[in-house]
């Protein structure tokens, strides 16, 4: 069956750069979300998107946005890069109607320098 | 807002033991979701099992199973039969439901012994 895709699936940035992961759901699945995983830490959400439209904010820096296009993809924008947001980040995605269970990508996972 | 509190950090057991790991959650919500996520060392989240709050059986996946108590708002895994496979984080999830985030517990790093 076919799974969240991410990429990329490493990222190396130095500080203040920009960065931007992307993410492609399950198809048919019309919801994502992310979330921010640290070392040692349980993954912390951020934002989810249902059809194109922001549904749910969580610890969203202000420094990142996101945004859900009309094939269902969506892509996390994150700026002025900090050393503290080297991290695994997970995008999943869900069918509204559907069972509402969230299945994970294999995240992407970045460094920041 | 919820919170989910798994109150075991590391548990240990010999392979073909039974193993309950524990998670209580607080909310004021009557309809929400609750899962158990496994994160093997490649870091990858994978779905064990989840249960509806509005149903009172028990979910059951193969090995896995949870013994949901609503009123005491607790939520434990059940492994039987372990297996080396099943070494990894587990985590338990807690979701309003919709496009709501899901707020996890800190995890429980289980070990598997040959």
């Known amino acids: 069956a076919a799974g969240v895709i991410q990429s990329p699936r490493h990222l190396i940035k130095e500080k203040r750069e920009t960065a931007t992961l992307k993410c492609y759901p399950i198809?048919?699945?019309?919801?994502v979300y992310w979330y921010q995983q640290g070392p040692g830490q349980d993954p912390q959400f951020l934002i989810s998107?249902?059809?194109?439209?922001?549904?749910d904010k969580g610890s969203i820096p202000d420094r990142f946005s996101a945004q859900q296009f009309s094939d269902y993809h969506s892509e996390l924008n994150m700026s002025s890069l900090e050393l503290g947001d080297s991290a695994l980040y997970f995008c999943?995605?869900?069918?509204?109607?559907?069972?509402?269970?969230?299945?994970f990508g294999p995240g992407t996972r970045l460094l920041v320098l | 807002a919820q919170t989910v509190t798994q109150s075991q950090p590391e548990m240990s057991v010999q392979e073909a033991e039974t193993v309950t790991l524990s998670c209580t959650y607080d909310t004021s919500e009557n309809n929400y979701y609750l899962f158990w996520y496994k994160q093997p060392p490649s870091r990858q989240m994978i779905l064990v099992i989840r249960?509806?709050?509005?149903?009172?059986q028990n979910a059951t996946e193969n090995r896995f199973s949870v013994n949901f108590q609503k009123a005491a708002k607790s939520f434990s895994l059940k492994i039987s039969d372990s297996q080396l496979g099943d070494t990894a984080m587990y985590f338990c999830?807690?979701?309003?439901?919709?496009?709501?985030?899901?707020?996890f517990g800190k995890g429980t790093h289980l070990i598997i012994q040959p």
């Open positions: 999830a807690f979701s309003g439901g919709g496009a709501d985030g899901l707020t």
């Open positions: 999943a995605s869900s069918l509204m109607q559907g069972e509402e269970t969230q299945y």
């Open positions: 249960q509806e709050a509005y149903k009172q």
């Open positions: 198809p048919r699945h019309d919801t």
């Open positions: 998107f249902y059809e194109k439209m922001q549904s």
